[in-house]
């Protein structure tokens, strides 16, 4: 550590996560006017089993000015965590989805708005890539997905539409996470709304028409004081919440509907039957009924597992059961060993007792 390391600590944000490093923006410049640092996580975080993401408040100390680097450690409770992505502190979800290339599913939407709706903050709706299809059907996307409850953006990279009302609706102090499939565009928009970082961007596969990885990580941008804005890597397979009682909630259509009368049963899950507040008469409930079947499923799985009772052959490990070794493949225990040998038994080659030879012999 060089001389100029001092042992005080002092305040920033975690902008980047690479490998095991991360990229803290401090609060103040430093004494040389370094205000980025790369650092470590100390080894306390660790096993107090505080794991660091992406927008993070933190606190750093152990700083070499001259060579840039330092070591967190403390963080600052968080205000939210939106998983998938892994970003902390998240003031509102961009949820981004091509018109074209790759073509727009709406099963693969909606599991991105009920990822974005779970952490509860607000959600905007992006359609990029509005050059590449006709304006009234970029229009009429809008529209549906104000029926949904979101007020949806198309916007251009190529023309420049809609990105100027994009950027005033993001200006707001906070992090907002862009979030969405892989190919649609992420990287481009936010190259739209900051000329100077110049991220990497590719086309989608010509073949599959699918989406390319070229952002491999989170990292935050300055959008303006205070705003700031999350690139994040594209996945194609959005999680669903655990409990089918949780899906209804993330929908706005559903929750505007429960906020007008309740449903006959308290357990009701909102398939259309009779006594449903709900009803079935909305563009969404065929898409809602497959994400409820889906989280049905994996209940149900789960509780096939929770249930099932351990044994003889079996144990538990974490969430599920695994088969156990057999006695004779188990390595010896090394404690077991030395004991045996401080009792003055001797064992074999695997590291098992024998029996003592027979004094009378």
């Not at 073509?103 to 709706?117: G, I, S, V």
């Not at 351990?310 to 974490?318: F, K």
Request: proline residues 8%; positive net charge; contains cysteine.
């Amino acid at each position: 550590m060089s001389a100029e390391a001092g042992p005080r600590r002092l305040p920033g944000q975690v902008v980047a996560l690479l490998a095991n490093y991360c990229w803290v923006e401090l609060d103040r410049p430093g004494p040389t006017g370094l205000s980025r640092l790369l650092c470590t996580r100390r080894t306390r975080l660790g096993k107090s089993g505080q794991s660091i993401a992406v927008g993070d408040r933190v606190w750093v100390d152990g700083i070499d000015w001259p060579e840039g680097r330092g070591a967190v450690a403390a963080l600052e409770p968080r205000d939210g965590l939106l998983e998938r992505p892994a970003v902390a502190n998240v003031a509102r979800v961009v949820v981004v989805v091509a018109l074209a290339e790759p073509e727009l599913d709406p099963l693969q939407l909606t599991r991105f708005l009920l990822t974005a709706e779970a952490t509860g903050r607000p959600v905007q709706l992006v359609f990029s890539k509005a050059d590449l299809v006709p304006a009234p059907l970029a229009q009429n996307w809008c529209e549906r997905a104000a029926a949904w409850g979101y007020e949806a953006l198309a916007v251009s990279t190529q023309t420049g539409q809609g990105l100027d009302r994009l950027h005033q609706r993001l200006l707001q102090p906070g992090i907002a996470v862009l979030c969405g499939p892989s190919g649609v565009g992420k990287s481009s928009v936010l190259n739209g709304l900051c000329p100077e970082l110049g991220l990497r961007v590719a086309a989608v596969s010509g073949r599959l028409q699918r989406g390319r990885h070229t952002t491999r990580h989170v990292e935050l941008f300055p959008l303006a004081p205070g705003a700031l804005l999350a690139d994040t890597p594209g996945f194609n397979r959005p999680s669903l919440p655990a409990e089918p009682a949780a899906l209804a909630h993330l929908f706005p259509e559903v929750r505007e509907r429960l906020s007008q009368g309740s449903c006959r049963f308290s357990n009701c899950l909102h398939q259309g039957d009779p006594g449903c507040a709900v009803g079935a008469d909305w563009e969404r409930h065929g898409l809602y009924l497959q994400c409820l079947a889906d989280v049905v499923l994996d209940a149900e799985r789960r509780a096939r597992v929770s249930s099932r009772a351990e044994g003889p052959g079996l144990r538990r490990r974490g969430q599920g059961l695994e088969p156990r070794l057999a006695p004779q493949l188990r390595q010896p225990s090394r404690r077991r060993q030395r004991q045996q040998l401080l009792d003055g038994d001797t064992v074999d080659d695997s590291g098992r007792a024998l029996s003592p030879p027979d004094p009378a012999g």
